[in-house]
C-alpha cells in the first residue's frame, strides 16, 4: 500500500490564508509525522500553548495548526535573548483517507498529539490465503 | 564541563532561527553538529529583585529535569527528552529532538540560591533567581546642601 501522502503546505506568500492581522512573529512548529496501519500521528513542538490558546483545523484535506502565544514578559529589561515568542502557525495538506470526525488532539507539556484515523476503506486488510 | 558564557542578546536568537531555516531548506539536514549550538536556548530578563531565565522545553516532564545553583552566580540545568513509544509505522518526519542534555550558565548577578523557584508550564521553564542584596540596585538620596 502507498503511504498516505503527507507533504507541506507550500502555498506562495503572498496566498491570503496565512496572513496575519496581529503584529509579531510566528513560527513554524516542528513536528513528528508517523504513520502506522490504523492512524497518522503527529506531535509538534508547540511550547507556551494552552489547550485555549490552540486551534487545530481539518479542511479540504488541510490540516491547520494555529497556535497564540500571548507574550510572557512585556517591558522588562532583557538582557539577553536566544529565542523569540510568537505565534505558532503550521499547515499540512493530507491525503483523502482520513476520517475527519474521529480526528483527536491532545497537548501535554506544550506537545500536541493528532490522532488522524485512516477510513476503513483504506486500511491496510490482510488477505487470508486458503490452502488448496 | 564548560560554562556557557553569555552571548550579546540577539546573535544568539538570531542564529538559532537562522540555523532553523537553513535546516529545513536542506531538507531537515541536522546542521547542529557542525556548529557550536546550544540547548536549550535561554532567555533572562531582571527587574529590581530577582533575575528571570526562561526555556522552552517541549515534551520534557518535571521528574526528567533537574536545577542546580552552583555557588550564587552559575546555574545547570539538566534533563532529559524520551522519544515517543509508538510501535512500528513508517516516520514520514523526523523534526524534534530527543536526548539529554547539559547546560550551565554564568549568570550576571549573584543571586540566592536557597530561594531560587522553578516553575513549568505548557512546556515553558521559568526559573525565578533572586538576587542577593548587594547586587540589587540602591537609590542614592542626592542631597541639596
Redesign the interface.
Known amino acids: 500500500m502507498a503511504?498516505t501522502v503527507?507533504k507541506t503546505e507550500q502555498q506562495p506568500a503572498e496566498v491570503a490564508t496565512a496572513e496575519r492581522t496581529r503584529s509579531g512573529q510566528t513560527y513554524?512548529p516542528?513536528?513528528?509525522?508517523?504513520?502506522?496501519?490504523d492512524e497518522l500521528?503527529l506531535?509538534?513542538?508547540?511550547?507556551?500553548?494552552?489547550p485555549e490558546s490552540l486551534d487545530v483545523q481539518f479542511e479540504n484535506n488541510v490540516l491547520t495548526i494555529v497556535g497564540k502565544v500571548e507574550p510572557?514578559?512585556r517591558d522588562?529589561?532583557?538582557?539577553?535573548?536566544?529565542?523569540?515568542?510568537g505565534d505558532f502557525f503550521r499547515q499540512f495538506t493530507i491525503g483523502e483517507t482520513i476520517d475527519a470526525s474521529r480526528i483527536s488532539a491532545e497537548?501535554h507539556?506544550?506537545?500536541l498529539t493528532l490522532h488522524l484515523p485512516k477510513t476503513e476503506a483504506v486500511k491496510p486488510r490482510r488477505i487470508e490465503i486458503k490452502a488448496v | 564541563m564548560l560554562s556557557t558564557r553569555?552571548?550579546?542578546?540577539?546573535i544568539?536568537?538570531e542564529m538559532?532561527?537562522l540555523r532553523e531555516e537553513m535546516e529545513?531548506a536542506f531538507g531537515g539536514a541536522d546542521l547542529r553538529r557542525f556548529d557550536t549550538y546550544?540547548f536549550p536556548?535561554?532567555?533572562?530578563?531582571?527587574?529590581d529583585n530577582n533575575l528571570?531565565v526562561?526555556a522552552?522545553?517541549?515534551?520534557?516532564?518535571l521528574s526528567d529535569l533537574e536545577i542546580y545553583v552552583n555557588g550564587d552566580n552559575q546555574l545547570v540545568l539538566k534533563g532529559e527528552r524520551k522519544p515517543?513509544q509508538?510501535?512500528?509505522?513508517?516516520?514520514?518526519?523526523?523534526?524534534?529532538g530527543y536526548g539529554s542534555f547539559n547546560r550551565m550558565v554564568e549568570l550576571?548577578e549573584h543571586v540566592d540560591p536557597d530561594k531560587v523557584a522553578a516553575e513549568?508550564k505548557?512546556?515553558?521553564l521559568?526559573i525565578t533567581l533572586p538576587k542577593r542584596e548587594e547586587a540589587k540596585p540602591r537609590r542614592i538620596e542626592v542631597k541639596a546642601s
Not at chain 1, 516542528?30 to 496501519?37: C, G, K, L, S, W
Not at chain 1, 506531535?43 to 494552552?50: A, E, F, Q, Y
Not at chain 2, 536556548?41 to 527587574?47: G, R
Not at chain 2, 509508538?86 to 524534534?96: D, F, L, M
Open positions: 503511504d503527507v513554524s516542528r513536528f513528528d509525522i508517523v504513520e502506522t496501519a500521528v506531535m509538534g513542538d508547540l511550547p507556551g500553548v494552552s510572557r514578559y522588562v529589561n532583557l538582557l539577553y535573548a536566544e529565542y523569540g515568542i497537548l507539556n506544550g506537545v | 553569555w552571548q550579546p542578546r540577539s544568539w536568537s538559532n532561527r529545513r546550544v536556548p535561554l532567555n533572562l530578563w531582571e527587574d528571570y526562561e522552552e522545553l517541549p515534551g520534557f516532564e515517543p509508538i510501535e512500528g509505522g513508517t516516520w514520514h518526519r523526523q523534526e524534534r550576571p513549568f505548557n512546556g515553558v521559568t
